[in-house]
């Protein structure tokens, strides 16, 4: 018995001991937070309108959000809105309409002909790398529409994208994802679904309009809120972008 | 699935030895805590269910459901946990006793519903062991525990090291009054000292029905594990905003209220 009590008094005071070490001086041992994000600016749509299908075109255009680490990159492109539930959807095989190939910036290397309609683009395992900071994503997706308006049709795929994306370890405050996208989305809704070793975060903003180098614009942002956590591996990463 | 069939499996063979024994081996647990600090609100719930194995063995299992609100009242974070314990006492002579805790909590996934979104955190562990050293002298008990606690959430983690002393001064006929003042060391990314204060006052209803009424205060806030709402502060290691942090690093306290029912 007495053996026993040697033992856990000596597992308690040896887990004190290194406890009261290192608040001297104010340090602790798990270090602090890294403080480094990853700046993405890609994201960009050029469009031709065809026979009854909007014509995303090939070497213009632009997936937002995406890096890789290898050039022609296989991107899936579903009907429908894959992630309605993001935190569990998947889009099902049967609603895969093809493939389109992406470069490692994410611009487009085909052509897509799209009618009116909801879609999923999805790519998987993004890696983007700045100065020796990482951001990965497993899965990252981007719901969007092809609508018609004024006799003309257009998508919610961004004109423009920017996003300030934590770094893996780097706590999530002050990182944000902002985009423009056609004008005809103005008060539509767009969400934000990012899950990551720590936890979700699960956003939805709506679309204001505003003026664009002399353009009306559909605008939103996500601005992550004070304090943390820290990200964790991201396994999935949705954004959905809907007209009114 | 496997690890609520193995538990409920572990109670009944408890249950079975319980039988056996004598009165009060099975007690039943309800309790409320409740605060209002700066306009935030916390609710607590806990049921648990004690069994006495033997005549030194007590093994415990409980849930708690917490949901703390801010000043907005539509804020509001909410989670869930369950808690695994086992208590051994070591030595026994006389007026002294040493007690050797085990305790395991796991918490479900927190979520924060705030006007920005909807924000969820990895559900946190905590493993705490503590040795509790009793004194009887004449009417009064006295006694202290030392506790370690390893806070896991996610990819952070923590550890607290509590010292308490608890007493019981003199007991009434029905009434029994117990005062706990206690430091917890708290180490995530750097250390803290957080004292927590607690006074209850219980009493006995009628057979095997006791009340203990409770207040508990941590003026520097509550330590991240080693309290009773362990489940609720684990999450402050992520900073998810005032909604929780506020409870570990501003002045909080709260009021509880506990009815024991002991079976014969």
Redesign the interface.
């Known amino acids: 018995?007495a053996r026993?009590?040697r033992i856990?008094?000596g597992?308690?005071v040896a887990?004190?001991f290194p406890?009261?070490l290192?608040?001297c001086g104010?340090?602790?041992?798990?270090?602090?937070?890294v403080s480094q994000y990853i700046q993405l600016t890609n994201g960009k749509v050029v469009v031709e309108q065809g026979e009854g299908v909007v014509v995303i075109k090939a070497d213009e255009s632009q997936l937002p959000g995406v890096g890789f680490v290898q050039d022609a990159v296989e991107v899936k492109l579903y009907a429908g809105d894959g992630f309605a539930n993001p935190r569990t959807d998947t889009p099902p095989s049967s609603s895969l309409i093809r493939t389109f190939r992406v470069s490692r910036d994410g611009t487009l290397l085909d052509d897509l002909s799209l009618p009116v309609g909801i879609y999923t683009a999805v790519a998987e395992d993004i890696y983007v790398v700045q100065d020796g900071k990482e951001f990965r994503s497993a899965l990252t997706a981007y719901v969007f529409e092809v609508f018609e308006s004024g006799g003309i049709l257009r998508t919610t795929l961004p004109l423009k994208f920017e996003a300030r994306f934590p770094a893996l370890?780097a706590?999530i405050e002050d990182s944000y994802v902002r985009f423009l996208t056609d004008a005809g989305a103005v008060a539509g809704n767009s969400r934000l679904f990012v899950q990551h070793?720590?936890?979700?975060?699960?956003?939805?903003r709506t679309f204001v309009g505003q003026t664009e180098a002399g353009n009306p614009v559909a605008a939103v942002s996500f601005e992550a809120?004070?304090?943390?956590?820290?990200l964790?591996n991201v396994s999935r990463l949705v954004l959905k972008a809907f007209k009114p | 699935m496997r690890r609520v069939y193995l538990i409920l499996g572990l109670m009944a063979h408890l249950a079975t030895g319980a039988l056996g024994q004598p009165a009060g081996d099975v007690q039943f647990s309800t309790v409320w805590r409740g605060a209002e600090v700066e306009g935030r609100t916390l609710w607590v719930n806990e049921q648990s269910v004690t069994l006495r194995v033997d005549a030194r063995t007590q093994a415990q299992v409980g849930w708690q459901r917490f949901v703390a609100k801010g000043r907005v009242r539509t804020n509001r974070f909410y989670t869930t946990s369950r808690w695994y314990g086992l208590q051994h006492v070591l030595r026994q002579e006389n007026d002294r006793q040493l007690v050797l805790s085990l305790r395991r909590l796991e918490a479900s996934e927190g979520t924060a519903d705030v006007a920005e979104g909807l924000f969820t955190y990895a559900a946190p562990r905590i493993d705490t062991i503590s040795l509790l050293s009793v004194q009887r002298d004449g009417k009064q008990t006295t006694g202290y525990r030392l506790s370690y606690s390893r806070t896991r959430a996610g990819t952070e983690a923590a550890d607290t090291v509590g010292l308490t002393c608890v007493v019981l001064p003199a007991r009434a006929a029905r009434w029994q009054v117990q005062m706990e003042g206690g430091v917890y060391a708290d180490r995530h990314r750097d250390t803290t000292y957080r004292p927590v204060f607690a006074a209850t006052i219980s009493s006995r209803l009628g057979r095997g029905l006791q009340a203990w009424l409770g207040v508990t205060f941590a003026p520097r806030g509550f330590p991240t594990a080693g309290t009773s709402l362990e489940a609720l502060t684990a999450f402050s290691l992520y900073r998810p905003g005032s909604l929780i942090e506020n409870w570990r690093d501003r002045p909080a306290g709260f009021l509880s209220l506990q009815i024991t029912s002991s079976l014969d």
């Open positions: 018995m026993t009590l856990l008094t597992f308690i887990s004190l406890l009261v290192n608040s104010g340090g602790g041992g798990a270090g602090g937070p370890g706590v070793a720590n936890g979700t975060v699960d956003m939805t809120l004070p304090g943390g956590p820290t964790g």
